[in-house]
């Protein structure tokens, strides 16, 4: 019998193997836009560790390995600001990400009412575009860094509706 992914709460304890995973995760980034001197690849453990104490943290566990991470925070706004997304790439495909985004929006929810859920990706990553899009995301701008790099902001309202009680 196979092993099942497992989400739950990360920790400092987790900030070597987050970060290996995300070094792995954003080389593919890297290359399409060419620029190897992006954030998530040149962060130290010591800010990534400062990073985790600040906001919310899941990971995806495949046994004891790290297999996929993403954080976020509800900022005075009420805004769910979503970052560093990151699945493993032989766990690529999955549905892994959907569940990670949608497992975080639920922990931010329960911070407080959340007005809508922000993230961001670059404009040639259109798996990202795409598993954004399926999660009800929708573009709300586009914002050009370099000649290289426009940044695609998304937004996703909350439901409002809550489910049914069943008598």
Do not use: C
Request: no cysteine; net charge neutral; proline share 4%.
């Amino acid at each position: 019998m196979g092993m099942s992914v497992i989400i739950s709460a990360g920790d400092a304890e987790d900030a070597e193997q987050i970060l290996k995973l995300q070094y792995l995760g954003y080389q593919p980034e890297a290359e399409l836009y060419g620029n190897w001197a992006i954030e998530p690849l040149t962060q130290s453990l010591e800010s990534l560790r400062a990073e985790l104490t600040g906001r919310h943290v899941l990971v995806a566990r495949l046994g004891d390995e790290v297999v996929g991470a993403v954080r976020g925070r509800v900022d005075t706004e009420g805004v769910g600001r979503i970052e560093r997304l990151v699945v493993h790439p032989r766990m690529q495909r999955h549905g892994l990400g959907g569940r990670l985004l949608e497992a975080l929006e639920q922990r931010l929810a329960e911070d407080g009412p959340v007005a809508a859920y922000r993230l961001f990706t670059g404009h040639r990553s259109l798996g990202n575009l795409r598993l954004y899009a399926r999660q009800g995301y929708r573009q709300t701008g586009v914002e050009r860094v370099d000649s290289r790099l426009s940044v695609v902001h998304l937004e996703k309202k909350p439901d409002t509706l809550p489910l049914a009680a069943t008598a």
